[in-house]
């Protein structure tokens, strides 16, 4: 078994756990811990014309708003139009900043309207017309309301740092939150250390800062929540003999993947940021958590097992050499020239804190010296699904 949120036979996943993947809709039924941070951002998307949510990178934004908030709202959506002729809302969730945000935006809402009305979505509106009066179009073809999630926002920021004038984000984004004609509700998610670049926008989005809401690490009794009900949910959709977890072992991957108890790197050379104090002792790192969890789950497989246990985490060497065994296995992969390439570029994608920070290739290119012919390989191999040590932006 694959244990990384693969799917297997008859659509069935393979694990309850998702490794270094986030969770999406397609996972959510495995997705735990974050109730009430889902059921508040639902409110607040729900009411306020802009919300900002921010939290520490990789904290699990995507997953939450993806797996729990988008998850949610796309179920009352459908539960509303068994009610009546049209529904009364409509989410799409948006992060591919790299190429044309506007055009992908658009492109993003029209295929969610799509997918919940159909035909009557219509045909798409032309990309020569400003993003308020597509998002007004297919907002009158929807008769309800667009609740509109720009995900991983700081990437905008990376992918277009100057940019400005008709047609572009800068320009038409502001305007789309601000038309009052226009049914519709943004959620602005965004890497904490990136909040201060929202300053760009603060002059032509009146009120930009008046609603936000701040996502924390997992604490310890949700965390645990995030072990033990995806197995119960998985034989819930298995069958079967039921797999089980020993409580001794819940406890100690929570000891293990406390924040601090697992550290891997040093600060990189990408651009500077301040690293906020965790929420408290017990906050639990979420990366490393799903880490853990999905190794246990392939070894105990591996060994024909159907319990998690405490003596195969202890076998395996603990939480920190899980991961670091993960990252040397990858590493391994390569031969001693990707390596070096892969090192070279490793010092640009992690911050001076210890915080990712996305790039392009042409960018790292010129930054390493090392030719794109030389590091596209490397961190394709890198951002592969079953090593995911980086991760490839959506274009």
Known sequence: MAGNGEVGAAGLPESPFVGLDPYTEKTARYFFGREADTRIIVANLRSRRLTLLYGE?????????????????????????????????????????????????????????????????????????????????????????????????????????????????????????????????FLVAIREDALAKLDRFKGRIPNLFESYLRVGHLDRESARAAIVKPIERFNEDVGGEPFSIEPELVEAVLDQVSTGEV??????????????????????????????????????????????????????????????????????RLSAAEQDVAADAFRYLVTPAGTKIAHTIPTLAEWTEHPDTELTPVLERLSDPHVRIVRPVAG
């Open 57 to 185: 990178s990789g904290i699990g934004k995507s997953s939450l708003l993806n797996a729990g908030v988008a998850s949610e709202l796309k179920g009352l959506a459908r539960e509303s139009l068994g009610k009546a002729a049209r529904p009364n809302m409509l989410v799409a969730v948006f992060s591919s900043w790299r190429d044309d945000p506007v055009g992908g935006l658009a492109e993003a809402v029209y295929a969610s309207l799509r997918g919940l009305i159909g035909d009557r979505a219509g045909e798409r509106a032309p990309r020569s017309q400003p993003l308020g009066e597509t998002l007004n179009s297919y907002g009158e073809r929807l008769g309800g309301t667009l609740l509109v999630i720009l995900d991983q926002f700081e990437e905008y920021f990376v992918y277009h740092p100057t940019e400005d004038g008709a047609g572009t984000f800068a320009e038409d984004f502001p305007r789309a939150v601000g038309d009052e004609r226009l049914r519709a509700r």
């Open 263 to 332: 550290a891997l790197e040093q600060g990189g050379h990408g651009t500077l940021s301040t690293r906020g104090a965790p929420d408290e002792v017990s906050a639990i790192e979420t990366p490393y958590l799903q880490l853990v969890l999905t190794r246990l789950w392939q070894e105990e497989t591996r060994q024909g097992s159907r319990r998690l246990r405490l003596a195969t985490l202890e076998g395996l060497g603990g939480a920190e050499t899980i991961a670091r065994t993960h990252l040397d296995r990858a590493l391994e």
